[in-house]
Nanobody
Framework: QVQLVESGGGLVQPGGSLRLSCVASVTVFSWRVMTWFRQAPGQQRDLVAM???????NYSDSVKGRFTISRDNAKKSVYLQMNSLKPEDTAVYYCNTGSQGNLPWGQGTQVTVSS
């Protein structure tokens, strides 16, 4: 009965910005570590960012300083602000809980960075 719905992706030029959103219809949302993953064609799904219930954040080295994760517990939502985008950021982006992804995956949202 869980549901993860991502949105906000699109086509942007290198150096551009996007803000991704995820609505998580899950129990005890405020107690969960929320995470963003991404998967490029032919590659594994990799952890990009995480945020703890008290707001502590961590990022992969490839996005540190460019991406910002945030959450709104009242809306059961998690966000990913993506700045200074690079072609290598092109991927399908997914939200989930925990560092391994504990819930069934949603459909994700496509981010394409190209000139």
């Amino acid at each position: 009965q869980v549901q993860l719905v991502e949105s906000g992706g699109g086509l942007v030029q290198p150096g551009g910005s996007l803000r991704l959103s995820c609505v998580a219809s899950v129990t005890v949302f405020s107690w969960r570590v929320m995470t963003w993953f991404r998967q490029a064609p032919g590659q594994q799904r990799d952890l990009v960012a995480m945020i703890t219930p008290d707001g502590n954040t961590n990022y992969s080295d490839s996005v540190k300083g460019r991406f910002t994760i945030s959450r709104d517990n009242a809306k059961k939502s998690v966000y990913l602000q993506m700045n200074s985008l690079k072609p290598e950021d092109t991927a399908v982006y997914y939200c989930n809980t925990g560092s391994q992804g504990n819930l069934p995956w949603g459909q994700g949202t496509q981010v394409t960075v190209s000139s």
